[in-house]
């Protein structure tokens, strides 16, 4: 029963929960609170996949897995069983197909790198390099075959594979030299981008690709060896682009694979300016490795490769392996199949062999990020709209989603089609609604590291994170993303670069903010990344600053050495704010009263209604110096109408005064590392509770009864 009246005390700031007729959201622990596993560099699964490792990993209380796939952001292809047959077993190469059984458990698989890659950089290990300008005409890039018109069953124009080469900084251009492969484009355009930057287009102003005045070529008759004036002047250019719609068809002498002939392949790319006397001068630094070529990009590449090609630096851990771990709880696993830079008779090959194991599979993930690997959503939607036809063909219940978008905190833009339309995710939306494939879109996925900048002071980062969140969820419902099917976040941390802040206590606050609001808004599942134990590693360079994205710090045996920050604050959210069982909890909107200079919450709260009929609140303290005194209140429909918490709270602390980091390079380690405290409190209005500096609390007690059930239907 909602009682009349408030106490409050001048030095206290007031929480308010807000009872309104339903919840804001209800999540199953067992569902909502997982984690990530990763693929890790040569030896390293052996090293981080102990017993040991594995018991203390479980005591954080994540339940479910999200399996994240490296290989596609190492633009490989991904073996996940290590048996199986070459389309040219005779040279052991060509495309691949895992074997869909093994006799024996398959602890681990590998990436193999494509020869045919068109991008300079990629979002891995970042070893490898274009051969679009490596200097050697003897290795091409190709496009993939699987966005031909005999596997679209739609026009090549439709889906137009490109190149884009960044020349560093403006410079005169009027001509370009294209040695063309096999097979080569009977119809292209070259065109200049007219904005800031067409890579990240999300964080610049809007431009758009510009043909040169001669840049619209039809090629009829194969021409290797292709010299094009460009205009008559020359233009200032940074950024060109070869834009190719129609295809020779034609297959590669001695091939007896149609995939082939299908798609476009460029030996060797030059780009400068002819003098008066007619003489080309080339522009481009051509070598083979990234730091010394010029940068590309591509639209696509051929998963064609060669047994010589496996990359020591993508190791996946076996599927068996992390099944029969005890990591999956045997909960079904977030499973990926390859599809950037597969083919999906491998991605059915894998479902044939989770489902012959007998391994719970409910959702897959259809290949990782797309929008980082600048693939057009059209033509994600076209691979996803094949392997979603051979996925279900073997099980049409599987639950198939994606895109795994990478963070873009401004929302993923893409370049502007025919109509003007930025949004990929209503574009690759829309292309799957045009092609009658929108029922295979039973869930939607990206990846949530809101900073970039790891050697920026924290706090205000802190402050300015729930904005972030807020604004790119809402832009995803106003772009059409259903809200009738899971949002998943598939990993989630401070940043994609290591820094201090992600094993000191920032990284626990933020962590637990993303999960708890992302829940409050109304997300399934949050997969917090950095499960396995690791190091700290140096990335920014524009600072001495050394950190990882990590609940355990290992030794260099890769045996659990500390708990840091991270672990304290998943443990603290999924053992004691939720109660760690699989029934319905119900959260509801909670607000502070406190603020910085700026008008941000200095202290954010989060309340949960648990089955066991007590409430969680959640409070982070943002300020790094000072300590917030607080009370907490319950409001109902009517303004006049508060409630306050009742008999014996329990309150857990995690703060600075539990935890140090000593900064000491690749040796930091904590100077002090406690797990967060436990102390009661009367409940009652009157009640102040103090909040130390960057800290977490959760306080836990009877309050009022919520006017609806725990699994009545979210506000969406």
Known sequence: MLLAGVASASDSGMVTVELSDRPANTFLPHQAFGAGLDGLEEGDVERLYTPDNIRQMKTAGLKPISYRLRTELGIAVWHWNESGAWSDPVHRQGYWISNDRADAPILLSYGYRLPRRGNTFDQAGNKGYSRLDDGDTRTFWKSNPYLDARYTGERNDLHPQWVVVDLGKPRHINAARILWGIPYATRYQLEYWDGVDPIYVS?????????????????????????????????????????????????????????????????????????????????????????????????STDPWHRAVDRDPDIEQPGLDLVFRSGLTHDLPLLTPVGLLYDTPENAAAEIRFLKARGYPVVQIEMGEEPDGQYMTPEDYGALYAQWAQAIHAIDPALQLGGPGFQTAIYGWQAWPDANGNRSWMNRFLNYLRNHERLKDFNFFSFEWYPFDNVCEPPAPQLAAAPALLTDVMQLLQQEGTPTDIPWIITEYGYSAFAGQVEVDMPSALLNAEILAQFLTLGGDTAYLYGYQPNTPIHEWEECNTWGNLMMFLADDKGRIRASLPTYHGARLLAQEWAQPLDRPHALYRASADLHDPAGRPVVTAYAVYRPDRQWGLLLINKDPRHEQAIQVRFRGPSQDSVAFLQDTLDVFQYSPRQYRWRAQEENGHPLRNDPPTHFTLPGAANTRIVLPPFSLTVIRGRGPEPMTAADSPPQR
């Open 203 to 299: 964080e610049n102003p809007p431009g758009h690709w510009q043909p040169f005045p001669n840049g619209v070529i039809i090629n009829d008759k194969h021409a290797d060896d292709t010299l094009i004036r460009l205009g008559q002047k020359s233009l200032s250019v940074r950024y060109l682009r070869i834009l190719m719609s129609e295809a020779s068809g034609a297959t590669p002498p001695g091939s007896q694979d149609i995939r082939d002939g299908l798609g476009y392949a460029i030996r060797e790319l030059y780009i400068g300016e002819l003098d008066r006397k007619g003489r080309f001068h080339d522009v481009i630094r051509h070598g083979k490795d990234k730091d010394r070529q010029t940068v590309t990009y591509a639209s």
